[in-house]
């Protein structure tokens, strides 16, 4: 049995063809499949270029993939569900369609749906959890703008604030002003605002996040300052979701995105966790959450999850990507 499993986030977009077992046919990547930033037709167009990408791969007819797992980033309400069901609908393939939000998936991935949560930081940030009794929780995920704390995107922004205030002189002196310098490939500071104020998407500031680990990995104070305080916001994304479910110790927690996934983040986040959460569980992240679509695909049709071989899949997309 072949499955399709989709990962359509704010910053790019996975698709996957895989067995029963776990084996890895096909893959696809590609850009945003958020239609809140890109629109329904460029939205459509990401998530089926990228699907007939990991088909064309596995070798197979799209007629040989009977169930597909969709996890999709913008999908907040029943709107939402009714224009990327739709857009899906169009695509027309695989028959059976199971759609949920991407952090769905991403717990799906860290554990195979089971009982904890899992916090999701890259472009953005939010957190997901189930209890034993099935009852989920969702804290975060409100967008860069007004939220997202803990992500990509925040510690861009929070640190292209203190360069810019060290630019005029009024803030601490920092290497990320020369880093942003680079970044963004500046002739003179100012130039920064055109360039970031006028983007259309939250990618295109979310990429100086690696550039604020890396300032922070070589001792930059006001870097690891804000590295710190948004390890902070994620531990608390977790906290949240125990304490509304009254779940008990011990808890699983896991991470999922590329900035959960930095080395100095996934440390600091980890050292915030057991602070608030005692006993808690601490699973090492999960690189493509893409392979969650295909373990709630299994569960869905009353198949064993598992989870080792789940993070055995995850090793193998990322070795292909590196």
């Known amino acids: 049995m072949k499955i399709l499993g989709v990962d359509s986030g704010a910053t790019k977009t996975k698709s996957i063809i895989a067995d029963s077992e776990y084996n890895l046919m096909g893959?696809?990547?590609?850009?945003?499949?958020n239609y809140h930033y890109i629109g329904v037709?460029?939205?459509r167009e990401s998530v089926k270029e990228t699907i007939d990408r990991a088909i064309a791969e596995a070798q197979v007819e799209?007629?040989?993939?009977?169930?597909?797992?969709?996890?999709?980033?913008?999908?907040?309400?029943?709107?939402?569900?009714?224009?990327?069901?739709?857009?899906l609908s169009d695509i027309g393939y695989p028959k059976e369609r199971y759609?949920?939000?991407?952090?769905?998936?991403?717990?799906?991935?860290?554990n195979g749906g089971r009982p904890g949560v899992t916090v999701v930081a890259g472009t953005g940030s939010i957190a997901y959890g189930t209890d034993q009794s099935?009852?989920?929780?969702?804290?975060?995920?409100?967008g860069?703008?007004?939220?997202?704390?803990?992500?990509?995107?925040?510690?861009?922004?929070?640190?292209?604030?203190?360069?810019?205030?060290?630019?005029?002189?009024?803030?601490?002196?920092?290497?990320?002003?020369?880093?942003?310098?680079?970044?963004?490939?500046?002739?003179?500071?100012?130039?920064?605002?055109?360039k970031v104020q006028k983007s259309d998407l939250p990618e295109d500031v979310a990429s100086f996040a690696v550039r604020m680990t890396?300032?922070?990995?070589?001792?930059?104070?006001?870097?690891?300052?804000?590295?710190?305080?948004?390890?902070?916001?994620?531990?608390?994304?977790?906290?949240?979701?125990?304490?509304?479910?009254?779940?008990?110790?011990?808890?699983?927690?896991?991470?999922?995105?590329?900035?959960?996934?930095?080395d100095l983040v996934f440390k600091k986040f980890e050292e915030k966790v057991k602070n608030k959460i005692p006993g808690a569980?601490?699973?090492e992240p999960i690189s493509n959450p893409v392979i969650g679509s295909v373990a709630l695909v299994m569960e869905k049709i009353g198949e064993e999850v598992s989870v080792e071989d789940l993070r055995d899949l995850d090793s193998e997309i990322k070795n292909r990507l590196e």
């Not at 893959?27 to 499949?33: D, I, P």
């Not at 009977?66 to 739709?86: C, H, M, Q, R, W």
């Not at 099935?134 to 409100?142: K, L, T």
Request: net charge negative; aromatic share 6%.
């Open 62 to 87: 799209p007629e040989d993939i009977p169930y597909g797992g969709f996890g999709v980033g913008a999908l907040d309400t029943e709107k939402d569900y009714e224009v990327i069901s739709g857009f």
């Open 27 to 33: 893959l696809g990547t590609g850009g945003s499949g």
């Open 41 to 43: 037709e460029r939205a």
């Open 281 to 283: 569980e601490i699973l």
């Open 144 to 194: 860069w703008v007004i939220g997202d704390e803990g992500s990509g995107s925040y510690a861009a922004v929070r640190g292209l604030h203190e360069a810019s205030k060290a630019w005029d002189g009024r803030g601490r002196p920092t290497m990320l002003t020369e880093l942003a310098s680079e970044h963004f490939d500046l002739d003179v500071p100012r130039e920064i605002i055109s």
């Open 99 to 110: 759609i949920v939000n991407d952090v769905v998936i991403s717990h799906y991935a860290v």
């Open 134 to 142: 099935g009852e989920n929780c969702r804290v975060g995920g409100w």
């Open 214 to 262: 890396e300032a922070a990995a070589q001792g930059d104070e006001v870097a690891m300052r804000i590295i710190d305080e948004g390890c902070e916001e994620l531990a608390t994304l977790a906290t949240t979701v125990v304490e509304r479910l009254g779940m008990e110790s011990p808890v699983s927690v896991g991470s999922v995105g590329g900035f959960a996934t930095d």
